[in-house]
């Protein structure tokens, strides 16, 4: 999923202060998922935004909505009956929801309200780790299903640095060494003589090396 | 007298182009430097032009300050992080570069190792602070330095294809020049008549403005660029000239002094081009009569 997480509720009430009437839009995806800005999370900020202005004298009308899918036009539509009136959009979705928004109604100002992080998966509750970081030309099929791009601090492509002691990473005791991960799991699929094999220079273009990627299903596209 | 010195006379500046090699070999670049030395104010080594791996920038202007040529390096953000960058800025101050251009980077895709990671961990406003911090005595995370290095910043003014272009890329320029840019260097001037307007927007950015002037090594060259890139204003009396030529090399030389000479009046220097045929700037200049 895509990771986010909420930005300091002073950031976003300089957002808002100008505006009297607001539309804030939570996303039932990936940040539902993370604990973001899914619908319990719009409720929370819409009450913490609230008394917050109202501490500082001003009062503002909080509308909230939560998409099914802010990255999807289809249903960012639903949204032109309620924009009426709203001055302004604060959104709890990721990166790819709030430009959504900013595409499709140009004349509201479009806020984010979370910062996205990564592509991560739960390691257990409340904890989500980076595992993946798009380069568009998995390698995981030969890395024993773990991803040196993404989860070694220096995208290691042939093997651990010098920093790596005790399974962990020079750079905290909190993170694994993904090429001692990626070690143990060749060794349990008995498939060791592929760590000898060289990697070469990574192709960086599938990851957006040649700039914006896109991809056309020529098969589904209208 | 100085490059720098130059510029601050108001005098117009003679700059010519040279590129390092794309392997060991300096025997060309030395030759050619040393058939410039004192016909020039300085030599513009660009860094990896064109996005091709070449020697980088920094080894070439050393070689050509050892041959007595003032040299001017281009530095630019496609390839190094701000550690990187300043790192060499530093290197070029001991080394006796003094002079920086902060140029645009080509794409990587467009280069010759195009699948190369791209950095672009500063952009060329950045750069810019960073080196006039580095001046100031500080790097750009707020250290002291051991010794502040000095620098003449310039900067380039990316090449465009229209009106709405044009004033895109001077508004770049603008905030360059703001963040500390002292000179700039536009793109190709072939016609100084035809971009007469643009030198004169150029002007108000209020630093002194450098021409380019590209050698036309052919008449297909000169075709294709007048077909390709409007806004290099090639014009057809320009194209005519060339076709009609008994001698169209020599014939383009000939523009490319005359161009020097005619920037005189509207520019405050000029940068010369060759792209591989710098064995050719003495003619150039003896044409332009310099």
Known sequence: MITA???????????????????????????????????????LLASGLQMALLKSGSNIEIRQHTLERQCDPEYVEELV?????????????????????????????????????????????????????????????????????????????????GGSTGGHCEISDDVDCVWQLIWDRLKALGQTERYLDIMPAKDWRPAGGSGPRKIIREDLAE | MSFQKRLAAKEFAVLAEMHTPKGVNISRLVNDARRLKGRVDAVVV????????????????????????????????????????????????VLGVQNIIVANSTEMADGDHSDAQVVDDLDEIGLIEALKKLQEGKDISGFDLDGAPDFSIGTAISPFSNDEEMATALDSARARVAAGATYIVTPPIFDPQLSASFLKAAQSLGVPVLATVFLLK??????????????????????RRIRKSSDREQEGLKIAGETVQTLRDSCQGVVIQTLGWEHKLPTILDMAQL
Request: overall charge neutral; aromatic content about 4%; glycine content about 12%.
């Open chain 2, 46 to 93: 660009p860094d990896m032009d064109n996005g091709i791996m070449r020697m980088s920038a920094l080894a070439g202007a050393v070689l050509l300050q050892q041959q007595g040529v003032e040299t001017i390096i281009h530095m630019y953000c496609r390839d190094r992080n701000r550690m990187a960058l300043q790192g060499d800025a530093l290197a070029a101050h």
């Open chain 2, 218 to 239: 052919s008449l297909a060259i000169a075709q294709y660029i007048a077909n390709s890139d409007p806004g290099a204003r090639i014009g057809d009396d320009l194209i």
């Open chain 1, 5 to 43: 997480e909420r930005k300091p509720l002073e950031e976003l009430i300089e957002f808002i202060r100008p505006y009297k009437r607001i539309l804030l839009l939570g996303c039932n995806e990936c940040v539902t998922v993370c604990a973001a800005g899914g619908r319990k999370e719009v409720g």
């Open chain 1, 81 to 161: 009956p309620m924009l009426d009136g709203a001055e302004a959009i604060m959104s709890m979705a990721c990166g790819c929801g709030v430009q959504q928004l900013a595409g499709r109604f140009r004349d509201k100002p479009v806020f984010p309200a979370v910062n996205t992080k990564f592509m991560g998966a739960s390691e257990r509750q409340g904890v989500w780790a980076e595992r993946c970081q798009g380069c568009g030309n998995c390698l995981l099929g030969v890395t024993g299903g773990i991803c040196p791009i993404a989860r070694c601090a220096k995208q290691l492509m042939n093997g651990p640095c």
